[in-house]
């Protein structure tokens, strides 16, 4: 496997993980493309124009993006279901046109300069935030989590803060989203608004329905699988849209839950059951 190929599945590893972290509170996000831009764009003027060190510009541009997705929440998460997803398209649309009207990143002609990541970068990311995941799957927080995303009336009825938890989830999957692109941005040294259109977007959110949304490891065979299968046969790198509606309808057929459907156990059920 190429040093390219491994820092790009890491990089949709990190993506797919950022729709999950959301989707854990029961919202879905196609902005997170728009994210990425916003952490790409960020961390490289932090680096190239204002001479920052490299792990402090993704630092500011995760913190950064993570508030901008806050404040863009609190509006958003006020509609439901097929709204909210228009919401969100319209986000990454709109995060796409100002960049490229807005001359000095480069606008349309793109931004260069960027550099310093590795793989080292991509996966010890990857492995924190599967730490994390997997501390935040086994405890109580995942099942009020759970509880909102199951019914959000009755997590409220039960003194759940429904607002605050999925304001926090989708600040912390933008932040997220924004450091995956201040990676992708300082490896491939150029970017331009195109590498961020609404179908990155799109490919994430497919990662995560592939893959499975019950616990953080679908992500992850859904994000590997969709970026390796093309590249090793290279003949069917061109038909990767077609590649992608095939297997989401047959799965949705064949396993409608993902290709790993399970949920893990929280600390909590853990002592319950042994009691």
């Not at 999950?20 to 124009?49: H, P, W």
């Not at 204002?50 to 630092?59: D, E, I, Q, S, T």
């Given at each position: 496997m190429s040093q390219d190929l491994l820092f790009l599945t890491g990089v949709n590893i990190l993506m797919a993980w950022s729709?999950?972290?959301?989707?854990?509170?029961?919202?879905?996000?196609?902005?997170?493309?728009?994210?990425?831009?916003?952490?790409?764009?960020?961390?490289?003027?932090?680096?190239?124009?204002?001479?920052?060190?490299?792990?402090?510009?993704?630092?500011?541009?995760?913190?950064?993006?993570?508030?901008?997705?806050?404040?863009?929440?609190?509006p958003a998460l006020r509609t439901r279901g097929v709204y909210l997803i228009l919401v969100t398209v319209g986000l990454s649309f709109i995060i796409q046109t100002l960049i490229q009207n807005t001359d000095y990143v480069g606008g349309v002609r793109g931004m260069t300069g960027m550099m310093g990541t590795t793989n080292w970068h991509v996966w010890g990311l990857i492995a924190i935030v599967g730490v994390g995941l997997f501390w935040l799957s086994r405890s109580h927080l995942q099942r009020q989590l759970d509880a909102v995303r199951e019914d959000e009336r009755v997590a409220a009825s039960l003194g759940i803060d429904v607002v605050y938890l999925k304001v926090v989830c989708f600040a912390v999957g933008a932040g997220l989203a924004a450091i995956a692109g201040g990676l992708y941005s300082h490896y491939m040294v150029f970017i331009n608004p195109d590498h961020f259109n609404i179908f990155v977007s799109i490919y994430v959110v497919l990662y995560v329905v592939l893959g499975g949304v019950n616990n953080f490891i679908g992500p992850v065979i859904g994000a590997s699988v969709m970026t390796l299968l093309p590249e090793l046969v290279r003949g069917l790198q061109s038909y990767r849209p077609l590649i992608f509606g095939v297997v989401i309808i047959v799965l949705l057929l064949v396993r409608p839950n993902g290709l790993l459907s399970f949920r893990l156990r929280t600390l909590g059920a853990h002592k319950e059951g042994g009691a």
């Open positions: 729709v999950y972290i959301i989707l854990l509170s029961g919202s879905l996000s196609f902005a997170n493309g728009g994210f990425m831009a916003l952490g790409a764009y960020a961390a490289g003027v932090l680096t190239v124009k204002w001479g920052m060190n490299f792990y402090a510009a993704l630092a500011l541009a995760g913190i950064g993006t993570g508030l901008v997705g806050a404040l863009l929440a609190y």
